[in-house]
């Protein structure tokens, strides 16, 4: 199981990312908050096992991130 915190120090920036898997936390800090959901995306396919080469279905059925 995964966990992320996204936290803004100040309402401008910077951001902070921490998540939580059972290793323990991964916490980074980022100019904007849409570069640390981009990080955020990563090291969760990471730790979750994503493949590049097996399609991503969201729980609808829809692949993810298809046009």
Known sequence: MVRSELLAMSPSGPFR???HHPNGPIVEYFDSAIAAMVR????????????????????????????
């Open 17 to 19: 990312l921490a998540v």
């Open 40 to 67: 955020q995306a990563e090291i969760e396919d990471s730790l979750c096992g994503y493949r590049p080469d097996v399609p991503r279905v969201a729980s609808s059925g829809a692949p993810v991130g298809s046009a």
